[in-house]
T-cell receptor, first 115, second 113 residues
Framework: SQTIHQWPATLVQPVGSPLSLECTVE??????LYWYRQAAGRGLQLLFY??????ISSEVPQNLSASRPQDRQFILSSKKLLLSDSGFYLC??????????????FGEGSRLTVL | KQEVTQIPAALSVPEGENLVLNCSFT??????LQWFRQDPGKGLTSLLL?????REQTSGRLNASLDKSSGRSTLYIAASQPGDSATYLC????????????FGAGTILRVKS
């Protein structure tokens, strides 16, 4: 069965510090991978998605970047965090193979507080 | 711009009631529609996926229907329980956007014991 792991679950970072959130998927190959942000009282915002290694599409101009160094690994980064980067970050994957065609599955999320 | 709207924004019902959550979307050209559940501070759990060629999907006490022509989907929860309390989100994969889902703002459900 497929699983998705995301870490760290919680972090508190000072303004101006770097960020690295990591996500890995197991049990499938060549998934589409996504990073979403859910700010307090707001809906889900798609930040980045990737259809393959090294292929990243950015949805919103911002202080963040994403990388996909391996097929099932997706990393969200920032060189210098802003207060506005605080939020709940969710990694997700989908596949277009016969089973679960196009279904989106989420990780448990990473709560980031920037002080 | 394609949008997904969920009504009501919040719902409080006594235990045992059958209830309906509504989702509307702006274009009938979709690949699929997916319903999720989110508990406070947690990730989203996929409940039901309806492909564009399907009319409904069922899982246990949950039944989701899809009417593409009218741009609507409903999630029916039978015999609600306090454990059903959560936020329910609807998401649509529009053909125009390919790989990306558009999410509704969600319905916050509280089932009182």
């Amino acid at each position: 069965s497929q699983t998705i792991h995301q870490w760290p679950a919680t972090l508190v970072q000072p303004v101006g510090s770097p960020l690295s959130l990591e996500c890995t998927v197991e049990g499938t190959s060549n998934p589409n991978l996504y990073w979403y942000r859910q700010a307090a009282g707001r809906g889900l915002q798609l930040l980045f998605y990737s259809v393959g290694i090294g292929q990243i599409s950015s949805e919103v101009p911002q202080n963040l970047s994403a990388s996909r160094p391996q097929d099932r690994q997706f990393i969200l980064s920032s060189k210098k965090l802003l207060l506005s980067d605080s939020g709940f970050y969710l990694c997700a994957w989908s596949s277009f193979r016969a089973k679960n065609f196009g279904e989106l599955f989420f990780g448990e999320g990473s709560r980031l507080t920037v002080l | 711009k394609q949008e997904v709207t969920q009504i009501p924004a919040a719902l409080s019902v006594p235990e045992g009631e059958n209830l309906v959550l509504n989702c509307s979307f702006t274009d009938s050209a979709i690949y699929n529609l997916q319903w999720f559940r989110q508990d406070p501070g947690k990730g989203l759990t996929s409940l039901l996926l309806i492909q564009s060629s399907q009319r409904e999907q069922t899982s246990g006490r949950l039944n989701a229907s899809l009417d593409k022509s009218s741009g609507r989907s409903t999630l029916y929860i039978a015999a609600s329980q306090p454990g059903d309390s959560a936020t329910y989100l609807c998401a649509v994969r529009f053909m125009e956007y390919g790989n990306k889902l558009v999410f509704g703002a969600g319905t916050i459900l509280r089932v009182k014991s």
